[in-house]
């Protein structure tokens, strides 16, 4: 990707924690004027949601850097505090020497510190809703989620495209289906539950009418099994 040539028109950042605290992973994606897009994603062991929250902005206003961002580009989480901490909270705890009103050291201040740093004129951070259907907040959930469970996402790279960046052409179907089929044993093996969001954004879009039925289902050597009314468990039929 040339970041010279591309621009960058939004992007999206979530974390997530089992335990808080306990462990934890973040996740970053950049959408770009020619439809190409950047994922990045991490772990943590021993971490907490509001660190991760803060970690997944961190490290893509750090990829940001590197590209041209249209005019009002936003920035967008599902964090009230990563939001409120950015625009209000800083100023008053900067003008009070990175102390609280009550005079108590701010939590993740190493965090708060480095987000300060790097701020870019003109992006705006927005409130979105979790959870509400909203595809780029479901795609970093998923990738958050999933580093924090210890099923890495194929993220740091561009859609597509080598780790280095370098190729930028589009997978073919095949890859896609094997990346798939790749998650699906690492969430069989390790006996995980997936939300039916999760679940769609996994199978992709040719699952969303079985899904939504709650009923079990097979897809290719897979059987979809729904528990509790609200999660999925997955079997591979021929083990």
Not at 43 to 50: I, P, S
Not at 71 to 100: A, C, H, M, P, Q
Not at 124 to 138: A, C, I, L, P, Q
Not at 181 to 202: D, P, V
Request: charge should be neutral; charged fraction near 30%; aromatic fraction near 10%.
């Amino acid at each position: 990707m040339n970041s010279k040539e591309n621009i960058a028109i939004e992007a999206a950042t979530d974390g997530a924690c089992s335990g808080n605290p306990g462990p934890g992973g973040w996740g970053g994606l950049i959408i770009f004027n020619d439809n190409s897009e950047i994922e990045i994603g991490g772990a943590e062991q021993n971490t907490t949601n509001n660190r991760m929250e803060l970690t997944a902005a961190i490290k893509t206003l750090e990829k940001l850097k590197n590209f041209s961002l249209k005019e009002s580009f936003k920035l967008r989480t599902d964090s009230k505090y990563v939001i409120e901490g950015y625009t209000k909270w800083i100023i008053n705890w900067k003008r009070n020497g990175w102390k609280t009103s009550a005079g108590k050291s701010v939590q993740n201040l190493d965090l708060w510190q480095k987000i300060d740093n790097l701020r870019i004129k003109g992006l705006e951070m927005e409130f979105v809703k979790g959870h509400s259907g909203d595809k780029y907040n479901e795609r970093v959930d998923l990738i958050a989620t999933s580093y924090s469970k210890g099923i890495p996402l194929l993220t740091e790279v561009e859609i597509g495209s080598s780790n280095d960046c370098t190729n930028e052409k589009e997978p073919s179907e095949i890859q896609k289906l094997f990346s798939k089929n790749e998650l699906l044993e690492k969430f069989a093996e390790k006996n995980y539950y997936l939300n039916s969001i999760e679940l769609r954004e996994l199978l992709g879009k040719e699952s969303y009418h079985l899904v939504k039925k709650h009923e079990l289902f097979e897809w290719r050597n897979w059987r979809l099994i729904p528990k509790n009314q609200k999660y999925w468990i997955i079997d591979n039929k021929n083990t």
